[in-house]
């Protein structure tokens, strides 16, 4: 069964601290992973990252993808109080099938 | 774009009930999938469509739930009958195509007494 584990599960920080966030699957067909970003609504699109060891930036976030661990990291530099959030990690397969992790909550704390 | 749009937001019924929930993907966009969120148990995949038809269903957790996609603008996720246990946020999203990322509706909150 495919799976995504996401760590850590919760974070608490302080503005301007950098985080890094991890993601691990195990999936059959691994296709792509997506980073989203859940407020109080909806996720909303980070990142999707189908090759190993390119870097995907955006502002102060960055994501790369290691398929030989299995795993990707999402950066957060600078953080500010705007980025607590839960971030979610996604695999998803040649089926089209997507597997959500449990998502990180992140607290930034001014 | 108005983006993915799902009604109602916000849904309040008795266990036994009939619950429809609609979506209205991105227009243009030829997959569309349904979610599940609970504290307990996150998100999960019920069921996705491609190009209106449903391709994996293997996340619908039992016979109760039913999705349809009769048009490229338009599907449902029906529960009948509604139980206590189904509370919780369903969100549809549409995407371009298997190479690109998922946009999400706003949700519909179920809440089954």
């Known amino acids: 069964e495919d799976k995504v584990v996401q760590s850590p599960l919760s974070l608490v920080v302080h503005e301007g601290d950098t985080v890094t966030l991890n993601c691990s699957y195990e999936v059959t067909n691994f296709r792509s992973l997506l980073w989203y970003k859940q407020e109080k609504k909806a996720p909303t699109f980070l990142f999707m990252l189908t090759s190993s060891g390119i870097e995907k930036k955006s502002g102060r976030l960055s994501s790369i993808l290691d398929k030989k661990e299995l795993s990707s990291i999402l950066n957060i530099t600078a953080t500010q109080t705007g980025d607590s959030a839960i971030y979610l990690c996604a695999v998803g397969d040649y089926g089209q099938n997507f597997v959500f992790g449990p998502g990180t909550r992140l607290s930034v704390l001014p | 774009d108005a983006g993915v749009i799902q009604s109602p937001r916000h849904e309040v019924t008795e266990m036994g009930q009939e619950v429809t929930l609609r979506c209205k993907p991105i227009?243009?966009?030829?997959?569309l999938f349904w979610y599940r969120q609970t504290m307990m148990r996150g998100l999960e995949l019920l069921i996705y469509?491609?190009?209106?038809?449903?391709?994996?269903d293997s996340g619908m957790p039992e016979d109760r739930f039913s999705a349809k996609m009769p048009n490229a603008s338009f599907s449902t996720l029906k529960i009948q009958p509604s139980e206590p246990r189904d509370s919780a946020v369903y969100f549809c999203?549409?995407?371009?195509?298997?190479?690109?990322?998922?946009?999400f509706g706003p949700g519909t909150r179920l809440t089954v007494l």
């Open positions: 999203a549409s995407s371009p195509g298997r190479e690109h990322e998922q946009f």
């Open positions: 469509f491609n190009n209106n038809v449903p391709i994996d």
């Open positions: 227009s243009g966009h030829n997959s």
